[in-house]
């Protein structure tokens, strides 16, 4: 079970030095690190999960992290962002500039297939099969309601993607993987700002079964479509 963040504020910061409080922010960024290497570690899932998940527990690192910052500024201190929350904070800051976003995965024997978001006030996703074929993706399902673009772009948020490595691989796990499933992540922005990227072989974020479903996605279809011709 895991104390909310007010009671971690009690129990942790109250009264504490610049130093404590600096100190234990140090330990929330590398917990959250931790719990980010399990969760894209590609044996993740296949053992029981102890409750409460890395997941919730991320949740709520990250929720005392935010509150040990506040803590550190009620105290006079400066924080200074390392060169990974830089990215991060530009990514959320350029959110709403997002004006198209393309997923493209698949591997040689599956099909490779991009789906792509067009950002603006008339949502429009649409999916390519190679460069042969192109169909409308159903972002509503029976119970659920269409994504507008202010939705989507919160359910973007919430998935603090500019925390994302720029790359994954199985050699950061100390194997190599022939084959497989390969994906890339582009988002294009229309106030001037690059073009962010992102991309993955045979290894993917620790959230990115959520990040597929905004896409449509479902990995039961994918599968049986790949199994057409047996």
């Not at 390392?82 to 990215?87: G, I, L, M, V």
């Not at 925390?163 to 001037?192: A, H, K």
Request: charged letters at 30%; proline letters at 2%; glycine letters at 8%.
């Amino acid at each position: 079970m895991m104390i909310s963040p007010e009671v971690y504020y009690e129990e942790q910061l109250k009264g504490k030095t610049k130093e404590q409080i600096i100190s234990a922010i140090r330990g929330l960024k590398q917990e959250i690190g931790r719990l980010k290497n399990i969760m894209e570690s590609p044996g993740y899932g296949q053992e029981l999960i102890v409750h409460p998940s890395e997941d919730v527990r991320l949740h709520w690192t990250r929720e005392y992290l935010a509150k040990a910052k506040q803590a550190y500024a009620e105290v006079g201190g400066i924080y200074t962002f390392s060169k990974s929350e830089e990215k991060a904070a530009d990514f959320d800051l350029n959110m709403d500039s997002i004006c198209k976003i393309t997923f493209g995965i698949g591997g040689f024997f599956g099909g490779y297939r991009n789906y792509i978001v067009e950002i603006s006030d008339n949502l429009k996703a649409y999916t390519k099969l190679w460069e042969d074929e192109e169909s409308l993706i159903l972002f509503d399902n029976e119970n659920e309601e269409s994504f507008t673009r202010d939705t989507f772009l919160a359910a973007l948020a919430d998935l603090h993607i500019g925390e994302w490595r720029r790359r994954y691989t199985t050699q950061r796990f100390g194997y190599t993987v022939c084959d497989g499933t390969q994906w890339e992540l582009e988002f294009e922005y229309n106030n001037g700002h690059k073009p962010v990227r992102f991309d993955g072989d045979n290894l993917y974020p620790y959230n990115f079964d959520l990040f597929k479903m905004l896409f449509g996605i479902d990995d039961t279809e994918e599968d049986e479509d790949g199994d057409d011709g047996e």
